[in-house]
């Protein structure tokens, strides 16, 4: 299975109905929605939940609310994080299917409930002023200008990958450079994989696809030794380590990689390189929400800290999907975003049952 979201505010959109826009048309495959408009109209009456990302957990999220009876507008940018890859796997119901096919049925799913999709970036999000009964607001600014007001936000714009710094290696991220072995694994199997040790982590992610390929070379980076513990795991195994002196990624004829080049001239023939990337949340123009961020362990990088719920130290501001689990693939992603925009409605219901409260008291007075 592919990692879930995206690598900037959301992943692929479409748009506003016309009266016909909660039917769903279906390819011959009877998998991808065709005939969806390409943006829905920007809302200029306050919302009450604006998503930020329209990846699986934005999409979840947001169709949790709509069936909810919230007025919901997903804002993506169209940069999904695993749009190179080929399908979705491990994910029952889906096993191969390309994410932007996946999506489209989410956007598809999600307008028969009123929902909107707007593809647009995000320059600015911020709290504004609350309103004079008190419910938290906030402003969501456009690249293009425009502004949406929400009474809440679910923050689902994914995590950015930072590649090995090696000359020809990001060429090939998502096809022959992989991450993951749930993945990826079986699509690469029996090839000859090279795994790039960038920290000490690198040597379990390289035992797991030594269970997948007999002809596996490990290539230590940036001085990273190899412990005898996992030394004696390699030599029991028959895995290769060539320590230090990567030089760069060599492109085969067809565009694949033919090997990895080494200090002294040497080519490495490999068909598969793997590589564990340095994770860092997406929060391009969400900067004066003042998310809080923590670092991952063993060198993996940070995510936005929130709690199991998906709810942040930022009152009105939860958060779903890669963002603050970059480990989490497409099934867990939209688990996390269903869960998150049940929380923001149950909060939703409180503040509105509370001031129907104060409203009722305040004629009776």
């Known amino acids: 299975m592919t990692p879930a979201d995206t690598i900037s505010p959301s992943y692929d959109s479409t748009n506003q109905g016309s009266a016909d826009q909660g039917s769903t048309r279906r390819d011959s495959a009877g998998q991808v929605p065709i005939g969806q408009p390409a943006t829905d109209a920007l809302p200029a009456a306050l919302v009450d939940v604006a998503v930020i990302g329209g990846g699986a957990a934005g999409l979840n999220g947001a169709l949790m609310l709509a069936r909810s009876r919230r007025s919901v507008v997903v804002i993506d940018s169209g940069t999904p994080r695993n749009a190179p890859a080929e399908g979705i796997h491990g994910l029952l119901g889906n096993e191969g299917t390309p994410p932007a096919a996946f999506l489209a049925r989410g956007r598809a799913e999600l307008r028969q409930y009123g929902g909107l999709i707007v593809t647009a970036e995000v320059a600015s999000a911020r709290a504004a002023d609350p309103s004079a009964?008190?419910?938290?607001?906030?402003?969501?600014?456009?690249?293009?200008?425009?502004?949406?007001?929400?009474?809440?936000?679910?923050?689902?714009?994914?995590?950015?990958?930072?590649?090995?710094?090696?000359?020809?290696?990001?060429?090939?991220?998502?096809?022959?450079?992989?991450?993951?072995?749930?993945?990826?694994?079986?699509?690469?199997?029996?090839?000859?994989?090279?795994?790039?040790?960038?920290?000490?982590?690198?040597?379990?992610?390289?035992?797991?696809?030594?269970?997948?390929?007999?002809?596996?070379?490990?290539?230590?980076?940036?001085?990273?030794?190899?412990?005898?513990?996992?030394?004696?795991?390699?030599?029991?195994?028959?895995?290769?380590?060539?320590?230090?002196?990567?030089?760069?990624?060599?492109?085969?004829?067809?565009?694949?990689?033919?090997?990895?080049?080494?200090?002294?001239?040497?080519?490495?023939?490999?068909?598969?390189?793997?590589?564990?990337?340095?994770?860092?949340?997406?929060?391009?123009?969400?900067?004066?929400?003042?998310?809080?961020?923590?670092?991952?362990?063993?060198?993996?990088?940070?995510?936005?800290?929130?709690?199991?719920?998906?709810?942040?130290?930022?009152?009105?501001?939860?958060?779903?999907?890669?963002?603050?689990?970059?480990?989490?693939?497409?099934?867990?992603?939209?688990?996390?975003?269903a869960l998150a925009g049940a929380r923001l409605h149950g909060m939703l219901v409180m503040t509105d049952a509370d001031a129907a409260v104060t409203r009722r008291a305040h004629a009776t007075a």
């Open 133 to 337: 009964e008190g419910d938290l607001r906030f402003e969501v600014a456009l690249a293009d200008g425009r502004t949406l007001t929400a009474r809440r936000l679910l923050i689902t714009t994914g995590t950015r990958d930072e590649l090995p710094a090696i000359p020809g290696l990001a060429q090939h991220w998502g096809h022959g450079l992989v991450h993951c072995p749930f993945c990826h694994g079986w699509e690469v199997r029996d090839q000859a994989i090279g795994v790039l040790a960038t920290r000490p982590a690198s040597f379990h992610h390289a035992l797991m696809f030594a269970a997948l390929s007999d002809d596996l070379t490990v290539f230590t980076i940036d001085g990273l030794e190899v412990d005898p513990g996992t030394r004696e795991r390699f030599d029991a195994l028959g895995v290769r380590v060539i320590e230090g002196g990567v030089q760069e990624i060599v492109a085969s004829a067809d565009g694949g990689i033919a090997g990895v080049r080494m200090a002294d001239g040497e080519l490495v023939p490999r068909e598969v390189l793997v590589a564990a990337t340095v994770l860092h949340p997406r929060l391009d123009g969400l900067e004066e929400l003042g998310l809080a961020v923590e670092e991952l362990s063993g060198g993996m990088g940070w995510k936005v800290a929130a709690d199991p719920s998906g709810g942040t130290e930022i009152p009105g501001v939860s958060v779903a999907g890669n963002v603050t689990d970059p480990a989490a693939q497409v099934g867990l992603s939209a688990a996390a975003g």
